[in-house]
């Protein structure tokens, strides 16, 4: 029996170790994350960012593409021919008779070097500068990706955070509901409540169970969100290193260095590169009215004979040089229209910029409005709590000693838990328009983020 035991005891420790031993390898294998580490991680192993990086790498070989058109090209090739019936050639005898003669070999091979070199390209020169602002339209669009993902990684990282704080505020309420649920049970038992007290305060805590449920499932659907964007295994367990307090701090700091000049942002930089590119273009168009020159070289070797193809060879050589110059004189008025439509397109990008630069001080004259509407509310929201903190306290010392109902204490503690989610609410509508803002002006840095090496695993 005593051996029994041992063996019982020795069991029980040894499954205590291994799964204490599981739960430190789980919670190894958790990402403990701040928002720049979010957004690094993304920026190294999004898809979509990887996308915009070979999309410039794809615009740089048509700039080399249009370099090589002003390279020598140097070609070799090869002919065989073998004629079936030879001319027939006619010739007066001075007699009055007319005698055939047969002209040319059976068999002909034709072989050498060609090359040829653009001199004057007028319409190929300029081709070169718009292709420089092709890449740079290119690097820009893969900013705004960048800025763009900055955007979706840190609004992801703040809808999480708001998951997490408002399951804490559910959770601790449905504690302390809970709680004076089972305070109610006792005093049935003891004959100093009503089983309508008993049955009422066990409802509350029903009621508060799919809330619960909603919101365990919120903060999923946060991490797989934020885990997508990534590009990390949707399986891998994280948990912020931050709250929506910590930004608190921060906040008026903030806001009161934000800069609202449009010069970053990613819209109006891309429309002034197309204007750019298109006055570019106009140009390369204007070229088409110029003379082109060309140069080239040939050098071949020749052999003809009779009969079998593969002997009999008597080679010669021959070589030219030549010049080609070419004047456009008239083409149905094609380069004219092509000219006129690229001189309308170049205009109309200027009313374009003004009414984008127009739409632009709109819409961050607005999220400055909803920023500094944001800081009134938290500071509102966070004295709100204060107030129902109190208030709740003053209420459970009243309903301990009977001066105050079950319903008095649950109104309170309601007006608590709606006063600090709207707390956390307000803080979380902060933030996105902040990071909306910082979207809309471009201000967000993306080189400063460090190289994705390792994760911090905690």
Known sequence: MRNLTLKLVLAAAMATVSLGVKAQ????????????????????????????????????????????????????SGQYSRALALQTMYMDAGDGQVRAIKMGRENAYST????????????????????????ERNVESARASRLQMVNNVQNAYYALLLALDSYQVLIKNYETTKFNAEIYRKKYETGTASEYDVLRSSVQVKNLEPSIIEAENTIRRAQLQLLMLMGVDITT???????????????????????????NNTDLRSLDLQTDYLKRALEVQKMSWYPTLSGSINYM????????????????????????????LFQGGTRYYKQRQAEVAYKEMTWQ???????????????????????????????????????????????????????????????????????????????????????LLGNANVGTYPDNSTYNKK
């Open 237 to 263: 367990p994280v948990k912020p290193t931050e709250t929506l307090t910590d930004y608190k701090a921060k906040m008026y700091d903030r806001t009161m260095s934000i800069d609202t000049s449009l010069d």
């Open 353 to 439: 910029r003004d009414n984008l630069v127009r739409s632009l001080n709109v819409q961050v004259r607005t999220q400055m409005d909803n920023i500094q509407k944001n800081v009134k509310q938290i500071s509102t929201n966070e004295a709100g709590v204060e107030q129902a903190r109190k208030a709740n306290q003053i209420m459970e010392k009243s309903f301990q000693i009977g001066a105050a109902s079950y319903l008095d204490l649950r109104d309170s503690e309601v007006a608590l838990l709606e006063s600090e989610l709207s707390y956390y609410q307000s803080i979380y509508n902060y933030l996105v328009a902040e990071s909306e803002l910082q979207l």
């Open 112 to 135: 050498g070097f060609s090359a040829s070199v653009p001199l004057i390209a007028p319409q190929l020169w300029k081709s070169l500068k718009l292709n420089d602002i092709e890449i």
């Open 25 to 76: 390898e789980a919670a190894a294998d958790t990402l403990r994350l701040a928002a720049d580490d979010c957004v690094r991680i993304a920026l190294s192993t999004n898809p979509t960012i990887k996308v915009a990086d070979m999309e410039i790498t794809r615009v740089s070989y048509g700039k080399n593409l249009t370099v090589a058109q002003l390279l020598p090209q140097v070609s070799f």
């Open 301 to 328: 070797w020749h052999s003809m004979s009779m009969g079998s193809p593969f002997k009999n060879f008597r080679w010669t050589n021959s070589s030219t040089a030549a010049l080609s110059l070419s004047i456009p």
